[in-house]
């Protein structure tokens, strides 16, 4: 089964910062759209932020807006989120989503804490 790779998780202070990557395996293409989810304990899985291949629209939650920074680099088929001023209310399993021709792929999930 086909799953996107992420990386860069982990236990932060708050007000601290932590930078997630995504990548996509080589067989995949005509990506048309990556985003960040997030899952905290006991909640549903909630849209963070997108970010579209073609023009770089983004699109952020309102609880990230200002604080949160969603960028891609095509060529190598990767998705970032740079998150800074974390909270502890943004302790989550982050998940990174992609969009392409044959359907969504899911990353196997990122955990970050963020220490009070």
């Known amino acids: 089964q086909v799953q996107l790779v992420e990386s860069g998780g982990g236990l932060v202070q708050a007000g601290g910062s932590l930078r997630l990557s995504c990548a996509a395996p080589?067989?995949?293409?005509?990506?048309?759209?990556m985003g960040w989810y997030r899952q905290a304990p006991g909640k549903q899985r909630e849209l963070v932020a997108v970010i579209t291949n073609v023009g770089g629209t983004t699109n952020y939650a309102d609880f990230v807006k200002g604080r949160f920074t969603i960028s891609r680099d095509n060529a190598k088929k990767t998705v970032y989120l740079q998150m800074n001023s974390l909270k502890p209310e943004d302790t989550a399993v982050y998940y990174c989503k992609m969009v392409w021709d044959l359907g969504d792929l899911w990353g196997q999930g990122t955990q970050v804490t963020v220490s009070s």
């Open positions: 080589g067989t995949i293409f005509m990506i048309s759209v």
